[in-house]
C-alpha cells in the first residue's frame, strides 16, 4: 500500500522567505499611496492573515509594530503643526504664537497658523510609513527572523546573523517589559507615567544582557566565527560584484518606489543589479559551504503566497503609473478620498494566504480540528 502525502494540505509552517516576499509586495503597494482607504485596507489585510495564520504560542510583534505606526502618524503631525511647511492651505483651523526664526529658514516656522490641508497631508504622509511598519510587523510574526538565518548565503553569513539578532531584539525587549510590569502588578506595584518606565528599564536590561550572554555562549559551541581561507582573487571577485549588484539594487528599488515622474528607469537597473549581487553569492559560496539540517520545503503554497504579495504590489504600481484617480489624494484644497478598484483588487489578492496556506502545526491541533482533517486526507489518498 503506497501512502500519498501532498505537502501543501498538511500542517506546516510554511517557507519564511514566501512570507517576507508576501509583506514586501504589501509594503511596496503601501508606499506608492497616500489614500488612506487604501492605507487602511492594506493594514486591515495584514492584520487577518496574521490573526488566521500565526503560529499559537509564539512571540507577537504585530502589535507593537502597529503602535508604533500610530506613533509615527502622531509624530508627523505635531511636527506639521509645530514646524510647518509642506503643503500649503488656507483653511486655518488655530493659530499658535510664532517665534521669529532667521531668514535663511525658508519654509520653516515654530508656530503660526495652522492648516487643515497641511494637517491632512502630514497624516497621510504618516500613515503610509505605518501601513509599512504593519506590512514588516506581520513578516516578523509569520516568519521568525530566526527562521531566515537558515537560507541567508554562505557569503553573507556573519551579515545575517547580526541582522536576524537585531530584528529579535525588539520584540523580546517588548516581551521582557510586558512581563516584568505583570509582575510588579502581581506584588502590588502598579502604576503609570516616566516613575513606572524607569522602573522596568533595571530588570529589563538585565534580562537583555542575560540573553546575550545565552546567546553568545549558544553561538561559540556550535561553531559560529569560524574564519574561511578565501584566494585572493575570489575576494577581489566576490567584492566587486557585490558593490555592482548592491548600487543596482539601492538604485533600482529607489527608482521603483520613488514617484518621480520617470520610475521605470530603476526596472532595469534593479534586474541588472539582482543580477550582479547574484553571482557575487555564487563566487563566495564556492570556497564556503554550508549544509542545512532539515530545510523547509518549497511547494505549491510558497508560490501562492509569494504570487499574491506580488500581484498586489504590481497593480498598486502600474495604477500608480497610470495615474488611477484616488492614488495620491488632494489635500489643497481638501478632498474625500475615494477607493479606487484597481489597486484595491490588488490588496485584497493578498488575502488568499489566509485560506489557501497550510495551517501552522500548534494552530492545526487546537479546536478548529485542522490536523484531523489533514490526517483523514492523507488516509483517503492510501
Same mark, same amino acid.
Given at each position: 500500500m503506497t501512502l500519498a502525502i501532498h505537502d501543501y494540505r498538511l500542517p506546516r509552517l510554511l517557507h519564511p522567505v514566501a512570507w517576507w516576499a508576501w509583506a514586501i509586495? *504589501?509594503?511596496?503597494?503601501?508606499?506608492r499611496t497616500t489614500n488612506p482607504l487604501l492605507l487602511a485596507l492594506i493594514a486591515v489585510v495584514a492584520a487577518y492573515v496574521?490573526?488566521? &495564520?500565526r503560529e499559537l504560542g509564539a512571540a507577537s510583534p504585530f502589535g507593537a509594530f502597529l503602535r508604533l505606526g500610530l506613533l509615527a502618524i502622531t509624530l508627523r503631525v505635531v511636527?506639521?503643526?509645530?514646524?510647518?511647511g509642506g503643503t500649503p492651505g488656507r483653511t486655518v483651523l488655530f493659530t499658535l504664537p510664532e517665534i521669529p526664526l532667521p531668514s535663511g529658514s525658508s519654509g520653516v516656522r515654530l508656530?503660526? $497658523?495652522?492648516? #487643515?490641508?497641511?494637517?491632512?497631508?502630514?497624516?497621510?504622509?504618516?500613515? &503610509?510609513?505605518?501601513a509599512v511598519l504593519a506590512c514588516i510587523g506581520a513578516a516578523n510574526t509569520l516568519a521568525s527572523p530566526r527562521r531566515l538565518l537558515r537560507y541567508v548565503p554562505a557569503t553573507l553569513y556573519e551579515v545575517g546573523t547580526a541582522l536576524v539578532v537585531a530584528l529579535t531584539y525588539a520584540p523580546q525587549l517588548v516581551d521582557d517589559a510586558r512581563r516584568v510590569r505583570v509582575a510588579r502588578r502581581l &506584588?502590588?506595584?502598579?502604576?503609570?507615567?516616566?516613575?513606572?518606565?524607569?522602573?522596568?528599564? /533595571?530588570?529589563?536590561?538585565?534580562?537583555?544582557?542575560?540573553?546575550?550572554?545565552?546567546?553568545?555562549?549558544?553561538?561559540?559551541?556550535?561553531?559560529?566565527?569560524?574564519?574561511?581561507?578565501r584566494d585572493a582573487r575570489s575576494r577581489r571577485q566576490a567584492t566587486a560584484l557585490t558593490l555592482a549588484g548592491l548600487s543596482g539594487v539601492?538604485?533600482?528599488?529607489?527608482?521603483?518606489?520613488?514617484?518621480? $515622474?520617470?520610475?521605470? #528607469?530603476?526596472?532595469?537597473? #534593479?534586474?541588472?543589479?539582482?543580477?550582479?549581487a547574484t553571482a557575487s553569492l555564487a563566487v563566495g559560496a564556492r570556497r564556503d559551504p554550508r549544509?542545512?539540517?532539515? $530545510?523547509? $520545503?518549497?511547494?505549491?503554497?510558497?508560490?501562492?503566497?509569494?504570487?499574491?504579495?506580488?500581484?498586489?504590489? /504590481?497593480?498598486?504600481?502600474?495604477?500608480?503609473? &497610470?495615474?488611477?484617480?484616488?492614488?495620491?489624494?488632494?489635500?489643497s484644497p481638501a478632498q474625500w478620498p475615494i477607493l479606487?478598484? *484597481?489597486?484595491?483588487?490588488?490588496? #485584497?489578492?493578498?488575502?488568499?494566504?489566509?485560506?489557501?496556506?497550510p495551517l501552522p502545526p500548534l494552530r492545526a491541533i487546537g479546536p478548529l480540528g485542522g490536523l484531523q482533517g489533514g490526517l483523514q486526507d492523507v488516509g483517503a489518498t492510501s
Open positions: 509586495g *504589501l509594503a511596496m503597494a503601501a508606499n496574521v490573526a488566521a &495564520r511636527f506639521q503643526v509645530l514646524l510647518g508656530g503660526g $497658523p495652522v492648516t #487643515l490641508e497641511g494637517v491632512l497631508a502630514a497624516a497621510y504622509e504618516g500613515a &503610509r510609513l505605518a &506584588r502590588g506595584h502598579g502604576g503609570r507615567g516616566i516613575r513606572e518606565l524607569a522602573r522596568l528599564a /533595571v530588570p529589563v536590561l538585565d534580562s537583555a544582557l542575560e540573553r546575550s550572554l545565552n546567546l553568545a555562549a549558544s553561538m561559540e559551541s556550535r561553531g559560529y566565527g569560524r574564519s574561511v581561507h539601492i538604485a533600482g528599488v529607489y527608482g521603483l518606489l520613488d514617484g518621480s $515622474p520617470a520610475p521605470l #528607469l530603476g526596472l532595469p537597473l #534593479l534586474i541588472v543589479g539582482s543580477v550582479a549544509s542545512r539540517y532539515r $530545510p523547509d $520545503p518549497w511547494a505549491t503554497p510558497e508560490w501562492l503566497v509569494l504570487g499574491c504579495g506580488a500581484a498586489a504590489g /504590481v497593480l498598486v504600481l502600474i495604477a500608480a503609473q &497610470r495615474g488611477v484617480p484616488g492614488m495620491v489624494v488632494q489635500t479606487p478598484w *484597481l489597486p484595491a483588487l490588488g490588496v #485584497l489578492l493578498a488575502l488568499v494566504p489566509a485560506w489557501l496556506s
